[in-house]
């Protein structure tokens, strides 16, 4: 036997009770499935955090050089150095890729439960003919990816509401914190603004 079989014999009786919690078969597979999802969802969460908070330094470096570079960029096009403008301009969109990309990485770590189930569901329910009306004879996966997705954003809309979740966003925000916000071309009309305002002469007092 392969490792994956031997992984899934394994996984069987720990997964397979939650199709069984409901006598009719229909709605006991729903019940698994969405557990299944629940699942999968919980622990990519917790994967993603695991990874991020192992490199936590390296994305507040990035986000506070992407906000440092554009803010400076954006300043230079208030005393028209369009040479320093271009250059820094640069640095933010490097800083800005940079940090996208980490990101987009940091997501697939949580993806890694959901193809360890799928391989379960394969295992358990490969040889079970699920029919759909006008589409016909389906496998498991198919009923799974469509819910996973659907409960990662539900999931992801409730994590204000969850302790755990809830905790890990807050020292996120508190990881990537900045001396200033990140600043568009409106704060830039108001920073010019200001700076106008405080460029104009005193006018006399009326004699």
């Not at 990035?62 to 300043?75: D, F, I, Q, T």
């Not at 800083?95 to 987009?104: C, H, P, Y």
Request: glycine share 6%; hydrophobic share 45%.
């Amino acid at each position: 036997m392969g490792f994956f079989h031997s992984l899934n014999v394994f996984l069987d009786p720990f997964l397979i009770w939650s199709f069984r919690m409901i006598s009719q078969p229909e709605v006991g597979f729903a019940m698994g499935i969405a557990f299944l999802c629940l699942l999968t969802t919980v622990i990519g969460e917790l994967s993603m955090a695991g990874i991020y908070f192992m490199n936590k330094e390296h994305f507040a470096e990035h986000n506070r050089e992407m906000v440092r570079h554009n803010n400076m960029s954006l300043r230079s096009l208030l005393v028209k150095n369009k040479e320093g403008f271009k250059a820094l301009n640069k640095q933010a969109n490097e800083e800005f890729g940079k940090n996208f990309f980490s990101r987009i990485a940091l997501f697939g770590a949580s993806l890694w439960p959901a193809f360890f189930v799928m391989g379960w569901l394969d295992f358990r329910f490969g040889a079970v003919d699920f029919f759909v009306p006008w589409v016909g004879k389906v496998g498991p996966g198919f009923f799974f990816v469509p819910a996973y997705i659907v409960i990662r954003i539900v999931f992801e809309k409730s994590k204000k509401w969850l302790p755990v979740f809830r905790t890990i966003a807050r020292k996120v925000s508190e990881n990537e914190e900045t001396e200033e916000e990140l600043m568009g071309y409106t704060e830039l009309e108001n920073e010019a603004k200001a700076m106008n305002s405080s460029q104009e002469p005193e006018q006399e007092p009326a004699r």
